[in-house]
């Protein structure tokens, strides 16, 4: 199963992005998806993520701010990011869990998120 995430870019602070990250292959169902974001140096950390029920579990530091979304049917994650922060400059990743061929635990190949203050 392969990911392929879109959306990041450069904005200004108290700005919006909104990031997509869609799986494609061989899937039967999916149950966890999820955003995780990382800087040098650091240990990537998750940002959100949403349950197959659609419970969703945020970071504090994002809480009230980031929206995480999937449409099952298109097999897609979204993560809606307002009010952006310097702070949330990092290399964002998708991670998807599901069941094809057989269960998989799938990323993507990372989108940068940078803003400026």
């Known amino acids: 199963v392969q990911l392929q995430a879109s959306g990041g870019g450069s904005v200004q602070a108290g700005g919006s992005l909104r990031l997509s990250c869609v799986a494609s292959?061989?899937?039967?169902?999916?149950?966890?998806m999820g955003w995780y974001r990382q800087v040098p140096g650091k240990r990537r950390e998750l940002v959100a993520a949403i349950a197959h029920s659609g419970s969703t579990n945020y970071a504090d530091s994002v809480k009230g701010r980031f929206t995480i979304s999937r449409d099952n049917i298109k097999n897609t994650v979204y993560l809606q990011m307002n009010s952006l922060k310097p702070e949330d400059t990092a290399v964002y990743y998708c991670?998807?869990?599901?069941?094809?061929?057989?269960?998989?635990?799938?990323w993507g190949q990372g989108t940068l998120v940078t803003v400026s203050s």
């Open positions: 292959g061989s899937i039967w169902s999916i149950d966890g």
């Open positions: 991670n998807i869990e599901g069941h094809g061929l057989g269960p998989f635990d799938s």
